[in-house]
């Protein structure tokens, strides 16, 4: 009986066993890595459906309410609160009291239930984030929220992956900012951002990145 | 005993490449789905609940109850004289105005009184639309500078009129009082209309 395959079959066949299924098995996951640390896999950019079409922080931004107008506990609290409903209806009580948009508000507002927002910036449950501590230590809002006041549905605007808050963690001079900044969300770094974040990270008695790199900062 | 090693195979090199592409396969499989740590269950502030009806992990306090060692009835905390809920309003501010705290309260004020209030307290803030109904109060109307201290903190805490009020989000007798302090200083100097 003839042999079916050629004596070059085995060379063959060790090439696909030896070069070809890893160069796939690479390929495959090289893109499954970088699909994994992209912004697209995180959702960064995509505005998150709300009720009511959502919250318009340009516009509210925009009459001048401070941050914590609403926010009222990121200062003091580990969680930047949602607001109550009881927020919202201090001025709609007044404006747009018929509007259809509005509707789920009142409806909160009367049968005293809250609000159901779809979260944005949802941390995984063993990240123990601290807003207070972060605002109180020169990290503005919009170090990693973007410039919300400028959103009119929000959107994440940065991945928040591990190696992106140690990158702020292992030099903080980076992107701390004056005090009087922390709430504004059009800040941008001065050129001298080094020099003055180096000043400011002293000003603020903020740790060492040893420390700040410590598992147990941010996880417990 | 020596049975045992009479039937083992020994590894060849042949062997174990197979071996090591099948345990890499493999290990594409141990990277899928590990969400028990990302999602624990425990609620974190503001989460939802399919426990209770209005679908809120956080509760309410239950009406009528302090707690323990929260209880304060001094004239800060009431903006009334002794303390007493249904006293009359303090005069002045029970608190030692410092600059620390005039400044504490001109912040306060920029970030919940000035939307509506106006920065110089005219009533005349960034978020004033012609709804509202009264308008807000310019601080200079001779009503409101003839108000005690204690009834600014009264408006302050509970609200008044169409103005709601801002206890949950002030939440510290001393930021009200700092701003009415800022409110105080603020009076002494009205602006040219």
Redesign the interface.
């Known amino acids: 009986m003839a042999q079916i395959f050629d004596r070059r079959a085995n060379t063959l066949v060790r090439l696909t066993l030896f070069v070809g299924v890893p160069l796939v098995l690479a390929i495959l996951g090289g893109i499954w890595y970088l699909f994994g640390w992209s912004d697209w896999h995180r959702d960064v950019g995509v505005p998150v459906a709300q009720p009511g079409g959502g919250f318009n922080h340009q516009l509210h931004v925009g009459l001048k309410l401070d941050c914590r107008y609403c926010h009222n506990a990121v200062e003091v609290s580990s969680s930047a609160n949602v607001p109550p409903t009881e927020t919202c209806m201090g001025c709609h009580s007044q404006i747009l009291t018929q509007s259809e948009k509005l509707a789920f508000v009142r409806e909160s507002w009367e049968t005293n239930t809250p609000i159901q927002w779809n979260r944005v910036h949802d941390l995984p449950k063993f990240v123990y984030f601290n807003h207070s501590l972060h605002v109180a230590k020169g990290v503005g809002c919009s170090t990693c929220h973007g410039n919300i006041a400028a959103m009119p549905v929000v959107a994440k605007s940065k991945a928040l992956f591990m190696s992106w808050c140690l990158d702020c963690h292992r030099n903080p001079e980076q992107y701390v900012r004056p005090r009087d900044q922390i709430y504004n969300t059009a800040w941008t770094p001065p050129a001298d951002q080094l020099a003055q974040g180096k000043k400011l990270v002293e000003e603020y008695r903020i740790r060492s990145a040893d420390q700040l790199t410590n598992c147990a900062i941010c996880h417990r | 005993m020596s049975r045992i090693t009479a039937h083992r195979r020994r590894p060849t090199p042949a062997g174990f490449?197979k071996f090591a592409?099948a345990a890499?396969?493999l290990l594409w499989f141990t990277?899928a789905c590990h969400l028990e740590?990302?999602?624990?269950p425990?609620y974190?502030?503001?989460q939802?609940s399919d426990f209770f009806a209005?679908?809120?992990a956080q509760r309410p306090l239950v009406e009528h109850t302090v707690a323990r060692g929260a209880t304060r009835l001094d004239e800060a905390a009431t903006g009334r004289v002794g303390g007493m809920p249904e006293g009359a309003y303090v005069p002045s501010n029970p608190l030692t105005v410092t600059p620390e705290l005039l400044s504490r309260g001109e912040e306060r004020f920029?970030?919940?009184c000035?939307?509506c209030h106006g920065r110089v307290g005219n009533g005349k803030g960034?978020?004033v639309?012609p709804?509202?109904?009264p308008r807000p109060a310019s601080f200079y109307d001779p009503r409101i500078v003839a108000m005690p201290d204690g009834e600014l903190f009264d408006v302050i805490s509970n609200g008044r009129r169409?103005?709601?009020g801002y206890r949950?989000?002030?939440?510290t007798v001393e930021d009200r009082w700092a701003i009415i302090a800022y409110i105080r200083e603020l009076q002494k100097n009205p602006p040219a209309e």
């Open positions: 490449a592409v890499c396969c990277t740590m990302y999602d624990q425990k974190k502030p503001l939802q209005d679908g809120a920029a970030i919940y000035a939307v960034s978020a639309y709804q509202f109904n169409n103005m709601y949950s989000r002030i939440q």
